[in-house]
């Protein structure tokens, strides 16, 4: 395996196994495993698993497809994150939920935003993010690249002029603990890590209607390589399961991707958390 590796690569690797020898290690046999995953992967078996979990939470994943290959046909930055089953997702629950609220915690560059003021044209959806000029916004997700974080904030804007049904405010989503307004459906695509999303699905919990849902992006159920408070934790899925144990919620995993590079290795494999909550 080394071998194959670019020069630049390859001195990456030698560099680590200089500073970090234990890191080193972990990773060469996570490389290692994650390519034998790779050649056994068979992925009908996990689209087969996928359309299962959706029929049980009576949600019709082929029916999605085409509403959002009919929606990315139309609008052609959709295409650009197609091989994330949120897209899906989302689109198999505007056809079964009366949805008329929608909070999204994490806005990004609005792709999702518009996507979902689109499959749910009739909502009114209050979407989040941090300030530009807070230090955690500029600092994470490659962001430290000036170009890249004026390129980021400028398609988001002129995605949000798109559509007035979507109301962007800029703050930091632990402020929804002093929030009063209910919603139909909430996706949270924060920061994934100790302590944020764990105060962001308590205050989901919170702020959802009785028979609405509540959708967890990225989550991890096997310890990941690296773990950071922003993007590669088990904080999302332990919170959860946490709130199942004292029957305080029900949730399903579905698949975050099916492409075998993305969901072959259980160690780099992502979830999305479909919630809903057992009480008033």
Not at 59 to 81: G, H, M, P
Not at 223 to 244: C, F, G, H, I, R
Not at 257 to 275: E, G, H, T, W
Request: contains cysteine; charged residues 25%; positive net charge.
């Amino acid at each position: 395996m080394f071998f194959m590796l670019s020069l630049f690569r390859k001195i990456f690797f030698l560099r680590q196994a200089i500073i970090n020898p234990t890191y080193f290690v972990k990773k060469i046999k996570f490389e290692i495993n994650n390519l034998i995953a790779k050649k056994k992967y068979k992925k009908e078996l996990f689209i087969e698993k996928q359309n299962y979990l959706y029929e049980q939470n009576n949600l019709n994943r082929n029916s999605a497809i085409k509403i959002f290959f009919d929606l990315s046909n139309k609008y052609e930055f959709l295409k650009s994150t197609s091989s994330s089953e949120h897209q899906i997702l989302l689109s198999a629950i505007s056809e079964k939920q009366n949805i008329k609220s929608i909070l999204e915690i994490g806005t990004y560059d609005a792709t999702n935003s518009f996507l979902i003021s689109k499959l749910f044209p009739n909502s009114n959806i209050d979407t989040i993010d941090l300030p530009d000029d807070d230090e955690i916004f500029k600092n994470s997700y490659g962001r430290e690249n000036i170009k890249k974080l004026n390129k980021l904030i400028d398609t988001r804007n002129n995605i949000l002029k798109k559509n007035t049904s979507i109301n962007f405010s800029q703050r930091n989503s632990v402020s929804l603990t002093a929030e009063k307004k209910k919603y139909d459906l909430i996706w949270i695509d924060g920061a994934h890590g100790y302590p944020v999303v764990t105060i962001d699905i308590i205050n989901s919990l919170k702020l959802i209607n009785s028979h609405g849902v509540i959708l967890c992006d990225d989550v991890w159920i096997d310890k990941p390589l690296v773990q950071d408070e922003m993007y590669n934790s088990l904080a999302s899925y332990e919170t959860l399961q946490q709130l199942k144990t004292n029957n305080l919620i029900n949730f399903s995993l579905f698949y975050k991707r099916l492409d075998m590079k993305n969901n072959s290795y259980k160690y780099k494999r992502k979830y999305i958390a479909f919630v809903k909550k057992n009480y008033e």
